[in-house]
């Protein structure tokens, strides 16, 4: 995901990350993505009618492939490449925000 390489980045540095095994930094980087996809996830729902929410719930639970849901979220939520990109700037802003670093 390119969108995501350049905060990935500023989470690494401010991190330290780069001074850990690389195995150790797949396992944090992996953990800090779910959370980004979590918190993602609940404001896009925020922002669902409760039908699109119930049909969003059914095609989870179908377990859908990542591509059907990225559709979904596509066709159904306005604006959902922005509300993702803004998921991943808080969290880098927040991160940064408590490890003391600037934002680059």
Known sequence: MDILSTPLEKIIDALELDQLPEQEQEEIMSDVGSIIF??????LMQLMDPKTKEEFGALIDGDASEEEVAAFVEANVPDSNKIIQATIDEMVDDILAVTGSVAA
Not at 38 to 43: L, P, R
């Open 38 to 43: 979590q918190s993602y996830m609940i404001k």
